[in-house]
């Protein structure tokens, strides 16, 4: 009887034994799962930020270069009317030197 009861301790600790080696083995894979999980988020929230980042400087850029235009033309614009007022003005300096000259 107490060799049964001995062998049935033993059956018992072998399989407890058992038991605690697949929980470990589960938590180690469950754990590297997690990182694997974490790894795969990690890349894919990266790529999405790398993604929006792109097409707000894309999209700045656009913005940047419609505004460049929109001085480029105020410019040619100032500059014609300088033209004008220059055009304006010769006939008169040309005018008063002549007569300072005379």
């Known amino acids: 009887m107490v060799a049964e009861t001995i062998k049935k301790v033993q059956e018992a600790e072998g399989k407890a034994d058992t038991i605690a080696k697949e929980c470990r083995q589960q938590c180690t894979d469950m754990v590297d799962q997690a990182k694997k999980d974490a790894a795969a988020l990690k890349e894919a929230r990266l790529q999405e930020a790398k993604d929006k980042a792109g097409a707000a400087m894309e999209a700045s850029k656009k913005e940047a270069e419609k505004f460049m235009e929109s001085v480029e033309a105020d410019i ?27």
Request: net charge neutral; proline share 0%.
């Open 76 to 102: 040619q614009k100032e500059i014609a009317a300088l033209k004008t007022l220059a055009a304006g003005k010769e006939a008169q300096a040309t005018e008063a030197v002549i007569q300072a000259l005379f």
